[in-house]
């Protein structure tokens, strides 16, 4: 990685990327991301646009291959210093990588790549949402009501919605396949697509259409790790500027674990399952649960 950084210095207009094989090996990495990704521009006002692809996403295969610790890099965000995505759709991983060059500065872009969107059967897009009159998408809506995308599930008046679980990544689409199963009609899922820069004006936007709503944000990581401490005080200053009746999200996610994720298949799975019910199942989500 320090070899592509240089050369996104050496040349802006080239996209520069690094892969890690998994994404839990950019902690070999880590010296690159603090000392100079993450704030060369604050210390030597350099510029990179070095898109870092870092696979994460909690597939069964182990603690070493489960996690990109997406929770550092967001610990380590301030002052514009770069852009940390979780993408769900092609159009919007095209239109992540394209605006790295068409723009007229230079930011280094951290993306988390689960492999299983790779071959997801829902994680599709259409030519349209790559063309002249699309663009990146900071927050997406529910596929339930996307012309040509919805489900069987249709969702009641926004002013009826009982709960909002918003999610980041691959999560999303175990959400909208679990609901689609249990049928629950008045859980609205919202996905996250850009953690950094926040996008608060969006979410504020979308957050206002579901006034007695619950909010609950959803994340396979452990509780101590991935998105929740990073977006939780986001999450409840922007439904309060949204005027809804409930400011506080829940949370609904493995719970506290030293280890990014168990070695046991049979255990992910149950601990999968559990945190898809919490989050679209009928009973108050218990926040002061942290612990299993």
Same mark, same amino acid.
């Given at each position: 990685?320090?070899?592509?950084?240089?050369?996104?210095?050496?040349?802006?207009?080239?996209?520069?990327?690094?892969?890690?094989?998994?994404?839990d090996?950019?902690?070999?990495?880590? #010296?690159?991301? @603090?000392? $100079?990704?993450?704030?060369? =521009?604050?210390?030597?006002?350099?510029?990179?646009? !070095?898109v %870092?692809?870092?696979?994460?996403?909690?597939?069964?295969?182990?603690?070493?291959?489960?996690?990109a610790?997406?929770?550092?890099?967001?610990?380590?965000?301030?002052?514009?210093?770069?852009?940390?995505?979780?993408?769900?759709?092609?159009?919007?991983?095209?239109?992540?990588?394209?605006?790295?060059?068409?723009?007229?500065?230079?930011?280094?872009?951290?993306?988390?790549?689960?492999?299983?969107?790779?071959?997801?059967?829902?994680?599709?897009?259409?030519?349209?949402?790559?063309?002249?009159?699309?663009s990146?998408?900071?927050?997406?809506?529910?596929?339930?009501?996307?012309?040509?995308?919805?489900?069987?599930?249709?969702?009641?008046?926004?002013n009826?919605?009982?709960?909002?679980?918003?999610?980041?990544?691959? #999560?999303?689409? @175990?959400? $909208?396949?679990?609901?689609? =199963?249990?049928?629950?009609?008045?859980?609205?899922? !919202?996905? %996250?697509?850009?953690?950094?820069?926040?996008?608060?004006k969006?979410?504020?936007?979308?957050?206002?259409?579901?006034?007695?709503?619950?909010?609950?944000?959803?994340?396979e990581?452990?509780?101590?790790?991935?998105?929740?401490?990073?977006?939780?005080?986001?999450?409840?200053?922007?439904?309060?500027?949204?005027?809804?009746?409930?400011?506080?999200p829940?949370?609904?996610?493995?719970?506290?674990?030293?280890?990014?994720?168990?070695?046991?298949?049979?255990?992910?799975?149950?601990?999968?399952?559990?945190?898809?019910?919490?989050?679209?199942?009928?009973?108050?989500?218990?926040?002061?649960?942290?612990?299993?």
């Open positions: 990685v320090g070899y592509e950084y240089g050369y996104s210095l050496a040349d802006p207009n080239t996209l520069t990327m690094w892969e890690a094989q998994f994404g090996f950019s902690n070999g990495a880590q #010296v690159f991301f @603090d000392q $100079f990704i993450s704030s060369a =521009e604050r210390k030597w006002l350099r510029m990179s646009g !070095l %870092v692809l870092l696979p994460h996403g909690y597939e069964g295969q182990g603690p070493e291959h489960s996690s610790r997406l929770e550092r890099f967001l610990q380590m965000c301030a002052e514009d210093n770069w852009q940390v995505c979780n993408l769900t759709t092609p159009a919007n991983y095209f239109h992540a990588l394209r605006r790295q060059i068409h723009r007229d500065f230079r930011k280094p872009l951290i993306i988390m790549t689960p492999k299983s969107l790779l071959r997801h059967k829902l994680a599709t897009s259409s030519l349209d949402d790559m063309s002249t009159k699309s990146f998408h900071r927050i997406l809506w529910d596929d339930a009501e996307t012309p040509g995308r919805e489900g069987k599930v249709k969702l009641v008046k926004d009826k919605v009982r709960r909002v679980v918003l999610c980041s990544g691959k #999560v999303y689409y @175990d959400l $909208f396949e679990a609901r689609e =199963e249990s049928g629950e009609d008045d859980v609205y899922l !919202l996905r %996250v697509e850009q953690f950094y820069p926040v996008p608060r969006s979410l504020i936007q979308e957050l206002k259409r579901f006034p007695q709503a619950e909010i609950v944000w959803c994340q990581e452990p509780r101590n790790m991935g998105g929740w401490t990073f977006i939780r005080d986001e999450l409840e200053w922007c439904a309060n500027q949204a005027g809804m009746q409930h400011t506080r829940s949370y609904a996610g493995r719970p506290p674990s030293a280890a990014t994720a168990t070695g046991l298949l049979s255990k992910h799975k149950a601990e999968q399952d559990a945190l898809i019910s919490t989050a679209l199942g009928k009973d108050p989500v218990d926040d002061n649960i942290v612990a299993s």
